[in-house]
C-alpha cells in the first residue's frame, strides 16, 4: 500500500481562510519534505523537516516522528496558494517516496 | 534561484525511438536522482547515483539508463520509447547519498510518446 498518506485530497478555501494539509507515513523515515507544484510540473521546495516545527512566512510544517505523520499550515491564504502541495519521506538511501498530494484552490 | 538545470522543457516522439534528457546541477552535490510523474499524478524514484553508486528501483523497465560524465551532470536515455513512458521527468540533487539532506529539485521534462 502506499506508503504515504495525505490528506484531504482537494481543498477549496476563500481568501484569507486557514488550512491544515496532513501527511500519514507507514513506515519509519530519514527526512520529511514539503513541496509545492507548479501547475506546469515543476517543483518548489517549501520545507526541510525531518522533525519539529519551522516556519516560513505564512507557512507552518510540524512533524512528529513518533506519531508518523508531518502537517502544512497555510494561514491567512492568498489566490496565490492556489496549487498542488506534495509530502515526501525519504527512506534511507532509497530517495524520496512521495504522496499523492493535497491540491488547494484558493477563491477571492 | 534554478540550481538544477533540465533540458529540453519538451519532448514529442514516436514510439519506438531513443530519447535521452540532460540535467546539470551547479550545487556541488555529490548525488543525483530522476523522477517519473505519470499519468496520475504520482512521483517515484527511478534512479540515485552518486559517482560510486547506482541505485535502481526495481520497478524501472530495462530501456531506461542514466548516463553521468561527473557528479554534476546526470542524463537520462530511453532506448525505445513506449506509450507508458509519456510522462514527466524530474531531475534531483542532494548533497549525498546517505545521511538527512534536502533534495532540490530541477523544472522537469515533460515527454509525450505518439
Known amino acids: 500500500g502506499q506508503q504515504v498518506q495525505q490528506s484531504p485530497a482537494s481543498l477549496v478555501l476563500q481568501e484569507g481562510e486557514n488550512a491544515e494539509l496532513q501527511c500519514n507515513f507507514s513506515t519509519s523515515l530519514n527526512s520529511m519534505q514539503w513541496f509545492y507544484q507548479r501547475p506546469g510540473g515543476s517543483l518548489v521546495s517549501l520545507f526541510y523537516?525531518?522533525?519539529g516545527t519551522k516556519h516560513s512566512g505564512r507557512l507552518t510544517s510540524t512533524t512528529v516522528i513518533k506519531e508518523r505523520r508531518s502537517s502544512l499550515h497555510i494561514s491567512s491564504s492568498q489566490t496565490t496558494d492556489s496549487g498542488t502541495y506534495l509530502c515526501?519521506?525519504?527512506?534511507?538511501?532509497?530517495?524520496?517516496?512521495f504522496g499523492l498530494g493535497t491540491r488547494v484552490s484558493v477563491f477571492p | 534561484e534554478t540550481a538544477v538545470f533540465q533540458t529540453p522543457n519538451y519532448h514529442v516522439t514516436q514510439v519506438g525511438n531513443e530519447v535521452s534528457f540532460n540535467c546539470k546541477q551547479t550545487?556541488?552535490?555529490?548525488?543525483m536522482y530522476w523522477y517519473k510523474q505519470d499519468s496520475k499524478k504520482l512521483l517515484k524514484i527511478m534512479f540515485s547515483?552518486?559517482?560510486?553508486?547506482?541505485?535502481v528501483n526495481e520497478t524501472v523497465p530495462r530501456r531506461f539508463s542514466p548516463q553521468s560524465s561527473d557528479k554534476a551532470h546526470l542524463n537520462l536515455r530511453i532506448k525505445s520509447v513506449e506509450p507508458e513512458d509519456s510522462a514527466v521527468y524530474l531531475c534531483?540533487?542532494?548533497?549525498?547519498?546517505?545521511?538527512?539532506?534536502?533534495?532540490?529539485f530541477g523544472p522537469g521534462t515533460r515527454l509525450t510518446v505518439l
Open positions: 515526501a519521506l525519504e527512506l534511507y538511501a532509497q530517495g524520496l517516496t
Open positions: 547515483y552518486n559517482n560510486k553508486q547506482l541505485i
Open positions: 534531483a540533487s542532494s548533497p549525498a547519498l546517505l545521511g538527512q539532506y534536502e533534495q532540490y
Open positions: 550545487l556541488g552535490h555529490d548525488t
Open positions: 523537516n525531518p522533525s
